[in-house]
């Protein structure tokens, strides 16, 4: 009777037009592999300087008398930053002026007995050896001259280093003394960036330099590579880009020895004055990757240790084959180093709908259905 009933119902189904489940086919979009050429965005570490990083220290010592500028201030070359107690260099200074004024006076009282002394002798009323006395007294005199000369301008020198001025145009960094404080030259004031131009200094590993030797180029001619490469970018940290473009203008020629890396640096122009000089970001610049086969990342399954593709067989199947994938870091591509081989067909997208052994249907095979 449970018999009879079931398969009354079947009847029944097919009789009412009822259709059956079958297994259907679904349509992906397929890709023939091939090697093409591919710009990849590499990025380094890398950490701004100004273009002229100076350490401004007193060249006297003496007591601060005032500081003329304030930490993060844009300065021009030959502003005044900072005044040291001058009173001593100006007493140094009036005492060598008084020094050479004596010894001006002494040079001329010398002359007149050397000129005396010298008629004298041409008329034989002096001997030679009064003569060639007076003769090294006015030279002695003259010495004493220059020597109190020199005092008066290295005095002269010294009252100008009370007042310490800008060596660039920049802007002021940290200011760690007060006023009051006794300086010395071993004391540091200040770091002047000059940050009309910045410069974003980064290390390029060895692996690098070697991949672009590899690809035929000269070690001698690296640096003149990486000077021709297209315009960085500087990305700050806390993900803003920099509007302004940087050029690499130079490459160290020896490997670090502790890091195995080369030094690099990228100029960036600083119209606005927003970069400053040690803050820290990441250096994007476009390296060329020749002759490499890329695939979209839809065509890629990513498992939890693997990634795989589905290659297309000759009866219009799908088979899963373990790839390895280097990121190209522009969010659609990988480029591929080994699993696939040029002319291979692949599912392109939809990866992760795809089953083993699933027939795949070109869009025209399906309309024709």
Not at 50 to 79: A, F, H, R, Y
Not at 169 to 196: A, F, K
Not at 234 to 262: C, D, Q, W
Not at 308 to 323: E, H, L, P, R
Request: glycine content about 8%.
């Amino acid at each position: 009777m449970k018999w009879t009933w079931m398969l009354g119902a079947a009847i029944g189904m097919a009789s009412c037009g009822l259709d059956m489940p079958k297994e259907t086919n679904s349509s992906f979009e397929t890709m023939t592999v091939k090697k093409s050429d591919i710009e990849l965005p590499y990025k380094f570490s890398a950490r701004m300087k100004g273009q002229n990083d100076v350490t401004v220290t007193p060249q006297v010592s003496g007591q601060l008398m005032k500081i003329c500028v304030t930490e993060g201030q844009q300065v021009k070359k030959g502003q005044t930053l900072f005044i040291i107690d001058s009173r001593n260099a100006q007493l140094e200074l009036e005492a060598a002026k008084a020094n050479l004024q004596a010894a001006l006076a002494q040079e001329n009282s010398a002359k007149l007995e050397y000129e005396s002394n010298k008629n004298l002798f041409d008329k034989k009323i002096v001997s030679s050896y009064m003569l060639n006395n007076s003769e090294n007294s006015y030279k002695q005199a003259q010495a004493a001259v220059a020597q109190a000369q020199s005092a008066v301008n290295r005095a002269k020198v010294n009252l100008g280093f009370c007042t310490i001025t800008a060596s660039v145009s920049g802007i002021i960094g940290e200011i760690p003394v007060r006023t009051g404080d006794q300086v010395s030259p071993l004391t540091q004031l200040t770091m002047l960036s000059g940050n009309t131009t910045m410069y974003a200094e980064f290390s390029v590993t060895e692996a690098i330099v070697e991949a672009m030797v590899q690809e035929g180029m000269k070690a001698t001619d690296v640096e003149k590579y990486i000077a021709s490469l297209p315009a960085a970018t500087f990305i700050m940290k806390n993900g803003t880009e920099y509007p302004h473009k940087g050029r690499v203008i130079s490459l160290t020629g020896v490997v670090n020895a502790a890091t195995g890396s080369l030094t690099s640096k990228v100029s960036f122009p600083n119209p606005d004055g927003h970069l400053y000089s040690g803050i820290q970001g990441t250096i994007v610049m476009p390296f060329a990757e020749k002759d490499v086969i890329v695939i979209p990342q839809s065509a890629v399954v990513r498992l939890q240790d693997k990634s795989q593709v589905f290659k297309v067989k000759a009866d219009s199947t799908a088979t899963a084959i373990d790839v390895t994938i280097q990121d190209t870091g522009n969010g659609q591509d990988f480029i591929i180093t080994n699993g696939l081989n040029v002319g291979d067909q692949i599912v392109a997208t939809g990866a992760n709908n795809v089953t083993e052994g699933q027939k795949v249907l070109f869009p025209e095979e399906v309309k024709g259905e």
